[in-house]
């Protein structure tokens, strides 16, 4: 396990420790925390404010997701965040099942402007297949002074949501996961804040 790879998995370590969650789950948590860390071995060394998930020629219906990123006050904008995407194809996988776990076939990073905006271009994920769980965009956010961390989308009116869910964002307000969807020419948009979390 190299420096970095300590450094991120080390509340999980800490949560071995003082937790008394199944040693299966904590080891799922090691291995998730890995495969991230393994992705960002193929970040572009150049990122913009806007970059593709999903190539052009995937099946599926265009989206375009419009973020922002805030610091901790939810007021001031974070700018030179990274911020790593990844969701499911239309079929609802993340990749083909020979490629094991945590495997991420559509993803991409941006980086965020002087505003702290960024845009990602790609199709609308569908939820996984036989299960309940809403369809969903993953993103990791870090930049200078700031540790990876994560957040996430899902789509309003996605029949899987549940109460708990929409309550949850509903609290969160306009930081909340669960975004309106427009559509407007064949095209969908959504857009989500993200406020960094204070530590
Ligand atoms: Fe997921």
Known sequence: MNRR?????????????????????????????????????????????????????????????????????????????IVFAYHTDATGLYNAPSAGPHSWRL??????????????????????????????????VEGPGVPRQPAGLTFEGDPLLTDADREESAKAGRFGGVRPVERRGGIEHVSVDIRIARS
């Not at 271009?121 to 990791?140: D, E, G, K, Q, S």
């Open 107 to 140: 993803r991409g990073w941006v980086k965020t402007d002087a505003d702290g905006r960024f845009e990602f271009t790609t199709i609308r994920p569908a939820p996984y297949p036989n299960r309940r769980t809403a369809a969903h965009v993953h993103f990791t």
């Open 5 to 81: 790879i300590f450094i991120v998995t080390l509340p999980i370590l800490a949560r071995v420790l003082i937790s008394e969650r199944p040693v299966a789950a904590i080891t799922q948590d090691l291995e998730y925390l890995q495969a991230l860390e393994r992705a960002q071995r193929d970040r572009p060394p150049t990122l913009t404010s806007s970059g593709r998930i999903a190539p052009a020629s995937e099946p599926g219906t265009p989206l375009v997701i419009h973020g922002r990123v805030f610091r901790p006050d939810g007021v001031t904008a974070a700018r030179d965040m």
